[in-house]
């Protein structure tokens, strides 16, 4: 399976996501857009508290060009 990245409010946010699923090798926690440099088409999971980030916009824009397949 593909990495999933992990787009969460905060940290333990997104820890207590990935540890909740059965596969938590798949994950990895989005902290900043550089991290999806190289990517082609990232498959995201977006956490409900998500938009609360400061940089959530730009976090949106990064997805977007990279044309990224998001997961609610």
């Given at each position: 399976m593909n990495k999933v990245f992990v787009l969460a409010f905060?940290?333990?946010?997104?820890?207590?996501?990935?540890?909740?699923?059965?596969?938590?090798?798949?994950?990895?926690?989005?902290?900043?857009?550089?991290?999806?440099?190289?990517?082609?088409?990232?498959?995201?999971?977006?956490?409900?508290?998500a938009y609360r980030r400061e940089d959530f916009l730009d976090m949106m824009d990064a997805i977007s060009m990279r044309q990224g397949k998001i997961l609610r």
């Open positions: 905060n940290y333990h946010e997104a820890k207590s996501f990935i540890y909740k699923n059965e596969n938590p090798g798949d994950h990895i926690i989005l902290n900043s857009p550089d991290q999806l440099k190289g990517t082609v088409s990232p498959t995201i999971k977006i956490m409900p508290n």
